[in-house]
């Protein structure tokens, strides 16, 4: 199963994580930071909102299949509407939350993927900088590493031609994979793409 779930539920979740820990949420450079700072303690215990609680029921349901049928029965989610590489490392935390993200001997370590979804013209032609910005970060790095050194990507196709039109909606999916993959090759990272069609 791949789970998905969009940015516009997993910021607030992670928004009420980093206030309950009295860590900023703003701007992007301090919240991953606050982020950082989380995923090297053990993750605390706290009454939950709707919001978080919403949140964490979906990664509380991919912990308990991978725990039941195995890390490869769930071993992607996909974020629609991903902005900046905060919403990657805002899932990131939420799986922390449930111990798929955790430290083992001395070092981070996830059982899943966070796979970004890029949809609109504007996304499309900011992917390749949000990537380089994830590979360059030595945690980050380290995670993808761990997950066998390979990321992916999905790449939609509606929410681009619904902002541009056909032409422009393929022109900047062709344009934001070839940067992709030379984003990958430059910190040798494999890249997969996926594509919602």
Known sequence: LDFRQESSITRPAVDELLKAAALPTQPA?????????????????????????????????????????????????VLSMTRSASDVWDVLLLGHQVGLVERKRGSLQSSFDVIPLFETLDDLAACPKLLDDLFSDPLYRRLVRFRHNFQEVMLGYSDSVKDGGYVAANWALFRAQKQLGQIADKHGVGLGLFHGK
């Open 29 to 77: 450079e301090a919240r991953i930071d606050s982020i950082r700072r989380l995923l090297s303690r053990p993750p605390a215990r706290r009454a939950e909102s709707g919001a978080l609680r919403q949140a964490l029921g979906e990664f509380r349901a991919l912990k308990e299949i991978q725990s039941d049928y195995g890390e490869e029965a769930a071993p992607r989610y």
